[in-house]
């Protein structure tokens, strides 16, 4: 039987409902665990599925910073894609008041459904990367306060890329 009833979140069509969709992501989450080289993506993975399926994963500023954020510093600034800026945990761990901004209502065109179901470790990186850049540009009015947080995060060190002005 073929699923067809559409996730009401990231707006994958096919995905069985929203049901559906989380199950697809435990499913490769699961494989992350079990594979390091499936892992390589794994953070990425992670913030970009929490980023689509914001009133789930990003209720608060601090949950919406720690994926937003997260996703910025390693799409631009170089934090590895598997466990993401160390910086930035550390920094939302601390007392921190953030002001949660309205968010988009639509996500790109990728969502988790276009992720290969079975691939090699390389082509399942690069899709992911693929998804999580059509994410963050969906997100195109909060880059500016995500790169904020970022320089914040960042503490006053150099500026962790030098596209933070933009
Ligand atoms: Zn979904």
Redesign the pocket.
């Known amino acids: 039987m073929i699923a067809t009833e559409a ?6 069509a096919t ?1 069985g409902g ?1 049901r559906g ?2 199950a697809r ?1 435990e499913a490769f989450l699961a494989r992350d665990f079990s594979d390091p080289l499936f892992f390589r993506a794994h953070r990425m993975f992670v913030d970009t ?1 929490c980023l ?2 914001p009133e789930d994963f990003c209720a608060s500023a601090k949950s919406l910073a720690a994926h937003l954020a997260g996703l910025c510093w390693m799409l631009e600034g170089g934090a590895a894609a598997a466990v993401g800026p160390e910086r930035l945990h550390r920094w939302l761990n601390g007392e921190r008041r953030l002001d949660k901004p309205p968010l988009p209502d639509r996500f790109g065109t990728m ?2 459904g276009d992720l290969p179901q079975e691939s090699d470790a390389m082509a399942w990186g690069k899709a992911v990367r693929a998804w999580a850049e059509s994410t963050w540009t969906a997100y195109a009015d909060l880059q500016p306060l995500a790169r904020r947080w970022v320089a914040e995060a960042a503490g006053g060190e150099a500026a962790p890329f030098t596209n933070l002005a933009r």
């Open positions: 996730c009401d979140r990231c707006g994958w995905a929203r969709c989380r992501f599925y689509q399926h969502t988790i």
